[in-house]
């Protein structure tokens, strides 16, 4: 039987987001339906808003969640109703060469669920990131459900479903970074902070946090930065080039996605270092570097996406941490919200105002 929700519609480029009833079929082969308990309002919501992502209005819009699996479709054997499960953006296929290769991020035939959610009207809505979770019930493949200890609260365990790991993959995971080692993270949003305390995690001696916000760096502070850097006062290259002993660091994290932070994380980095890039340019932005300095610098550049997680094997893994203490992801929630209130939730990231609202159903 079909059942009908309430949910967070985007309907139209530009238009405010609202409430309507949406209607959640019943799972089918390799489907679950998902009782939404907590859902993260994520950058990548408002560009769906905003049409940047897609023209392919209506969209159900919220993909950073928690929740209880309700029911589950034929063949499904991972999860069963009752499991406490944070959604995943896709359900890899296992078989791809991506996925053959121990990169099943870059899968190329991701399993997620058909789009069959609809409005009362019969019109067919794309679910974010095929997830749709501001939403009290949704509908994903059961692939991309993954179960993590219940002991967790549903608010902090659906940060892992984008952004905060995203930040933590960025550096556990893409930049490998280690014991000892010094990194610099440039911008301290939700996803550089979550780098900083990936960081921290793994073990790193100098964690220097870089943005052009005192608010931001005071929080990227808790979270594990040793040092700060207004770069807005100060040249962000020179001061983390001084603060490794004139060298630059091990691991540059750039989590803004602009042209001068990514040559800003380019030079910060010491001969051979690493530079991970996680912040999302938009398509007209370009970089100019001389190639003697690309040769020159030796080590690597690399994009990290999603954290290059694998969701079955780091989401369980980082709630363990935070429930023994180690990590401190309720941190990352600023603030909890109803349903309604996405739109001025929107409003307040846009001011950088919150690490995350969470929507909590
Ligand atoms: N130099 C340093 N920091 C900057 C600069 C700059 N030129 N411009 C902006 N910032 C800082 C902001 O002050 C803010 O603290 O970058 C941070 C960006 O944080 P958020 O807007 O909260 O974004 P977040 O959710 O952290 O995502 C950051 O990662 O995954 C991507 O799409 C995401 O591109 C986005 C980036
Ligand atoms: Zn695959
Ligand atoms: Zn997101």
Request: aromatic share 6%.
């Amino acid at each position: 039987m079909a059942q009908e929700v309430r949910g967070v519609i985007a309907p139209g480029k530009d238009e405010p987001v609202r409430i309507e009833t949406v209607v959640v079929p019943d799972p089918g082969p390799g489907e679950a339906v998902v009782r939404v308990q907590a859902c993260g309002v994520c950058h990548t919501d408002l560009h769906y808003k905003q049409g940047g992502i897609s023209d392919d209005f209506p969209f159900l819009l919220g993909h950073e969640a928690a929740g209880v699996v309700e029911s589950v479709g034929d063949g499904v054997t991972d999860v069963e109703p009752g499991d406490f499960v944070i959604l995943n953006w896709r359900a890899v296929c296992g078989k791809c060469r991506a996925c053959l290769r121990g990169r099943p991020w870059y899968c190329f035939d991701t399993h997620n669920a058909r789009q069959r959610m609809t409005l009362t009207d019969g019109t067919e809505l794309s679910p974010a990131l095929g997830i749709g979770a501001f939403a009290e019930k949704t509908l994903v493949a059961a692939g991309q459900c993954t179960k993590v200890d219940p002991a967790v609260s549903a608010q902090v365990a659906g940060l892992l479903g984008c952004g905060v790991m995203a930040g933590i993959g960025a550096a556990i995971n893409t930049g490998n970074v280690g014991r000892g080692d010094s990194v610099a993270v440039i911008g301290c949003g939700g996803v550089g902070d979550a780098a900083v305390a990936g960081s921290r995690l793994a073990g790193a001696a100098k964690i220097i946090a870089v943005d052009i916000d005192d608010r931001k760096l005071e929080t990227a502070r808790s979270m594990g930065a040793t040092h700060t850097v207004n770069s807005r006062e100060t040249d962000p290259v020179e001061a983390i080039r001084e603060l490794t002993g004139g060298f630059g660091a091990d691991v540059v994290i750039e989590a803004v996605g602009r042209p001068e932070t990514y040559r800003q994380a380019f030079y910060a980095r010491d001969l051979a270092g690493t530079v991970v890039l996680v912040g999302v340019p938009t398509p007209e932005m370009k970089l100019e570097l001389p190639l003697l300095d690309v040769f020159g610098r030796g080590g690597s550049l690399k994009s990290s996406w999603y954290g290059d997680c694998l969701p079955s094997r780091d989401f369980p893994m980082l709630i363990d941490l935070h429930l023994q203490e180690r990590l401190d992801l309720a941190a990352f929630v600023t603030e909890t919200i109803r349903l309604d209130e996405v739109e001025k939730a929107f409003e307040r990231m846009h001011r950088g105002d919150v690490l995350r609202s969470v929507v909590v159903l």
